[in-house]
Nanobody
């Protein structure tokens, strides 16, 4: 599985961006797609994820501002980011997990896309 992310860029605070990530290759039917981000000097953290059945999970810091969605037919995940803040500045990474059981999964990462929010 290879992941290709698109949509990063520079935006002013309060603005919006939409990231997309397309997965090529076959993905196991029970999976989760999501976005993580890593700011300079900080650990990579979950932003949002969505399972193949549509269940979503968001970091508290983005709830109400970001919306994750997916197109299963295209193996593509999106995140709509609104009301962006300077603290949202980070490299955003697309992620796919294929679950073989609750505790067993195979994980794939995209190349990362830079999001910069100016104040």
């Amino acid at each position: 599985v290879q992941l290709q992310a698109f949509g990063g860029g520079l935006v002013q605070a309060g603005g919006s961006l939409r990231l997309s990530c397309a997965a090529s290759g076959s993905i196991f039917s029970f999976n989760a797609m999501g976005w993580y981000r890593q700011a300079p000097g900080k650990q990579r953290k979950l932003v949002a994820s969505i399972t193949s059945s549509g269940n979503t999970n968001y970091a508290d810091s983005v709830k109400g501002r970001f919306t994750i969605s997916r197109d299963n037919a295209k193996n593509t995940v999106y995140v709509e980011m609104n009301s962006l803040k300077p603290e949202d500045t980070a490299v955003y990474y697309c992620n796919v997990r294929e679950y073989y059981s609750v505790l067993s999964y195979q994980e794939y990462w995209g190349q990362g896309t830079q999001v910069t929010v100016s104040s």
